[in-house]
């Protein structure tokens, strides 16, 4: 787009109030009167409730009331989506608890510290049952049940795919059984939410702020679940402090605010402190993956057999169902693969229940094959890029629909890895690695490489915008998606400046808040750009449309003779001198009683599948295990790029948490389901200190299916980084015979790996797959889930 | 009722006077409060952040006499009669401090919420002379934590500011 803004790198105008303080988060709005809710959660990760004593927290000072389940009387709480209505969850847990930070009651207090101390006066008494904590055991015939009527703890399963024998005709088979480890999603700003009762005065009974992605997700959700009309319901994404798949929506805590807010008749908050957060918001990830992978001695592929273990956590969470959705809908990935079959069992365990992380499902999906692939290419003998490239789905194949049923729009995959192979200069770190290897240094070079597909915006596809003239010439953009770091701000004003002549700063900009926008789908799943600015586009040219009929009338010349001159202004074409400012135009419009506005809802026809390559090399101390990640190499292909300095961003903080995947994070329970990593000082989360500035590349491969050309960025530094780290560690260690380490790739694992292939003892990277899957193809009802779970947009 | 429960838990209330960007404010508090509850709960100052209140992320970093400290883990009667400087006291007469600029420019941020904490953070260690390189950067920063990931470009903006010894 010569001349265009489009395409630029534009310094970010939401960045002012972020920078000095002024930007309002959840708990810094002023609300008077304002109540703080505390929760007593469950200090044990299975139990039957005998009793709660609620009498001495009651009686303390600064406590308005306290409440158990029956005292709020709520109806259950639905998440994202039902994995299996028989695993309902109460707002606050009425017979039992299934997971440590289950609530069990709520303090309403005139402080904080005051309903903190009243919630460590609330007595419990648990008869405590045993716990069902890791995943592939939940599934075995005696493993204690979370919901006895289910009288299993498989919350689904399903079968997909080839029914065949897909390994048929292979020279070779390699296997290997990954764990896609549980993880935390650790926004810097935890949950919180400030409900205000009653009549705002303006037609709503009920006004919520809440840190989100998906406002009118929530307004829709609590009307659903109240019986209330959507419309009485304002709710309200202020700043919110990261999200990355954390915040889908309503929580189960925001139903128990609104529930106390209602009955108290007061106004009341509730912000989650850190060691809670990782108690209670849903976790990401925790896939337990079989992989088969039949290859012809060439290092052609036959066929992938795959058997997937999600744990869905307690109260069948969600991110159970990714397993059965984008993991099987991404499982062909980049390759050429002619057949498939996949298999999933989904448990419900004794620990936080399972939602999304940046990724959802995607990125488990990029893991298993990149991982198999480079195993592959080890039993092969052939160098990992040899056999990546052997396999690639080319450019002329697409569009493509894979054996798994899933349409890709565009591609060119060998294209994206060349161009990271190039920058990182493949040939040299491979001969500085044969260098170190035979001098026997103590640091060792690894060299990893992935290739990824993913998908954005599948789902329902659509998405609203508006945009208004003001009086003074200015433009107002409303969108139904909800900001939260991506820099919507200014990428949607970037259109209307290119679309407009509209200056950036006269351009003001609206979302997260039902009253002033319809409809929105929030943000999730990498939407944003692809959905919204499309429909931003589609309004402004509606305006356009509008303004040069009314221009034509004003200047008493033909619509189709009207221009836009190159200072944003209106003109018969070929006479400058004709022109009339937008403060002109919608003046104009105004006195015709008809504003200078247009909506828009761009729908778009199937999802898009941005994709990539990445390149990580590290350095590995063998003394100790200790591994550095020296260089990361991204090169992530969004389709057309409209503000080259927000991808950079995007990708920034995708690599950082698909690093920190690969190498250090894990949540982590005790046999009894004790968390034990559940603060800031326990849990592995990266530092400035840890991670190298990343070499951030594109490739530029516009989508078909939206004029922008725009895919998604948000979710493909964690999908490319993840494989491309633990690939580079494994690599590292190769020449011992060390053929995979599970992630997070810890020094203990690292040192632990060596020295088992010192002494020959390595463990086998394979074992049969439980017992569940001989039953996955035969059951019934599962397909509703992955139909739903095909959808999730987070 | 248990013991504790009856007497409240009240611990005796203290007066201290924070000179908090400049002004001057006379506070009786629990003698537990906080610096970081004292600044947002009692004063209005809602920019510096509670991102873990465990001392573990570095969102409320704060300059007491122009030394960087963890208002989450410094009471606020330890600052009696001390001059506190918040995110809110960085940018004079509107002109945002070189910092804020440099965060603007390089993109030092995404959703915000660890920004105060880390544009805090920054100035203190420019005056600290601890802004040579990359790799200085990123250790003396490694006490603030950004989910959003956006160190290379925090980085990448302290050094900026380095380089034109500015800060
Ligand atoms: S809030 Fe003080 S370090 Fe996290
Ligand atoms: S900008 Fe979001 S946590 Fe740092």
């Keep these: ?794 | 009722m248990t013991e504790l429960a009856a007497k409240g838990r009240r611990s005796p209330e203290v007066a201290s006077t924070l000179h908090v960007n400049g002004r001057a404010h006379r506070l009786h508090l629990d003698s537990r409060v906080t610096l970081l509850d004292a600044l947002r709960e009692h004063l209005d100052l809602t920019g510096t952040k509670k991102g873990c209140d465990q001392g573990a992320c570095g969102a409320c970093t704060v300059l007491v006499d122009g030394k960087r400290v963890l208002s989450c883990l410094t009471l606020a009667a330890q600052c009696d009669d001390r001059e506190v400087t918040t995110i809110e006291g960085l940018a004079s007469h509107g002109v945002l401090h070189p910092v804020q600029e440099a965060f603007i420019r390089h993109d030092g941020l995404q959703c915000g919420f660890c920004t105060p904490g880390q544009i805090m953070s920054a100035v203190a260690l420019l005056h600290e002379g601890r802004a040579g390189s990359d790799d200085d950067v990123r250790e003396f920063m490694s006490g603030n934590l950004c989910r959003c990931g956006a160190y290379p470009n925090i980085v990448a903006a302290i050094r900026a500011v380095a380089a034109r010894g500015s800060g």
């Design chain 1, 1 to 794: 787009m010569p001349g265009s803004i489009l395409g630029t790198a534009v310094v970010r105008v939401e960045d002012p109030d972020l920078l000095t303080g002024r930007a309002n988060f959840v708990d810094d709005l002023p609300i008077s009167g304002v109540l703080h809710l505390t929760f007593v959660r469950s200090p044990v990760a299975h139990a039957r409730v005998r009793s709660v004593d609620m009498a001495d927290a009651r009686a303390m000072p600064g406590v308005v009331a306290v409440f158990a389940a029956e005292d709020l009387g709520l109806p259950p709480y639905q998440g994202l989506m039902v994995l299996n209505p028989a695993c309902e969850r109460q707002p606050l847990a009425t017979d039992k608890v299934r997971f440590v930070g289950d609530a069990v009651a709520v303090i309403a207090a005139e402080s904080r510290a005051a309903a903190i101390d009243a919630a460590e006066a609330v007595v419990v008494d648990y008869d405590e049952l045993p716990p069902a904590i890791d995943p592939e055991r939940a599934l075995a015939p005696d493993a204690p049940l979370q919901f006895e009527a289910l009288g299993t703890n498989r919350a689904a399963a399903m079968h997909a795919g080839s029914d065949d024998d897909v390994l048929a005709g292979s020279d070779v088979v390699v296997r290997g059984r990954f764990e896609n480890q549980r993880i935390a999603v650790m926004p810097m700003e935890a949950s919180a939410i400030a409900v205000v009762p009653g009549d705002d005065g303006n037609g709503h009974d009920l006004t919520v702020y809440v840190s989100t992605q998906m406002p009118h997700g929530v307004a829709n959700k609590l009307s659903e679940t109240l019986g209330l009309p959507v419309e009485t319901i304002r709710v309200i994404a202020p700043h919110v402090g990261g999200a990355f798949g954390g915040k889908p929506g309503l929580a189960a805590e925001h139903l128990v605010a609104v529930g106390v807010a209602r009955h108290l008749g007061r106004p009341v908050k509730w912000i989650e402190t850190r060691s809670e957060n990782l108690v209670a918001m849903p976790h990401g990830r925790g896939q337990v993956q079989y992989v088969e992978l039949g290859c012809k001695h060439d290092g052609t592929i036959v066929g992938l057999r795959l058997r997937i273990v999600g744990d869905a956590g307690a109260y069948a969470g969600f991110g159970g169902a990714l397993a059965l959705g984008p993991t099987r809908i991404m499982a062909q990935g980049v390759y050429r693969i002619p057949a498939i079959s996949f298999d999933a069992a989904v448990a419900v365990t004794n620990t936080t229940p399972m939602g999304a992380f940046r990724g959802a499902g995607r990125p488990e999906a990029a893991a298993l094959l990149e991982r198999i692939v480079d195993l592959a290419a080890d039993e092969l003998d052939i160098d990992p890029v040899d056999m990546r490239r052997r396999n690639f789905l080319q450019p002329s194949d697409f569009p493509f629909t894979t054996v798994v049923g899933t349409t890709y729009d565009s591609g060119d995959y060998e294209a994206a890895l060349n161009e990271a192979l190039r920058h990182a200069g493949y040939d040299e770190l491979r001969a500085e690695q044969r260098q170190r290897r035979m001098r026997g240094d103590r640091w060792q070079l690894g060299i990893g490489v992935s290739a990824y597909v993913e998908v954005t915006a599948g789902g329902a596809g659509s998405e609203f915008a508006s945009v208004t003239i003001d009086t003074d010439g200015g433009a107002t953009i409303r969108v139904g998606t909800s900001a939260h770091g991506q820099g919507h701000a200014t990428s949607f004003a970037m259109i209307v400046a290119d679309r407009l002549g509209i200056a950036m700063d006269q351009v003001r900009f609206v979302q997260s808040d039902t009253s002033e926008v319809p409809r929105g789908g929030g943000t999730g799943g990498s939407r944003s750009l692809q959905l919204a600015g499309n429909a931003v586009v589609g309004a402004a040219d509606l305006v356009l449309e509008r303004a040069r009929q009314l221009a034509a009338q004003l200047l008493e010349a033909n619509p189709d003779d009207i221009v836009m001159t190159d200072d944003g202004r209106l003109a018969v074409a070929g006479v400058p001198a004709s022109a009339l400012s937008w403060e002109r135009v919608a003046a104009a419009a105004a006195d015709a009683n008809e504003p200078l506005a247009a909506e828009f809802d761009f729908r778009q026809e199937g999802a898009t599948f941005p994709f990539g390559a990445h390149v990580a090399v590290v350095e590995i101390d063998v003394d100790t295990g200790a591994v550095r990640l020296l260089r990361h190499i991204a090169v992530d292909d969004c389709g057309r790029i409209l503000n080259p300095l927000l991808v950079a961003g995007q990708q920034h903080g995708g690599i950082a948490q698909g690093v920190a995947q690969a190498l250090w994070e894990q949540y982590v329970y005790d046999e009894q389901g004790n968390p034990l990593t559940s603060n800031l000082a326990d849990y592995g989360m990266p530092s400035a200190a840890e991670l190298p500035s990343f070499e951030t590349l594109n490739t530029e491969t516009p989508t078909p299916l939206n004029g922008l050309g725009a895919k998604g960025i948000g979710e493909s530094g964690t999908i490319g980084s993840m494989p491309a780290v633990q690939n580079a560690v494994i690599d590292g260690l190769s020449y011992l015979g060390v053929r995979h380490i599970d992630m997070p790739c810890s020094p203990q694992r690292v040192w632990s790996a060596i020295r088992d292939a010192r002494a020959g003892t390595l463990p086998p990277v394979w074992r049969e797959p439980p017992p569940v899957f001989n039953s996955t193809r035969d059951t019934a009802g599962a397909g509703v889930a992955a139909e739903a779970a095909d959808d999730i947009d987070i």
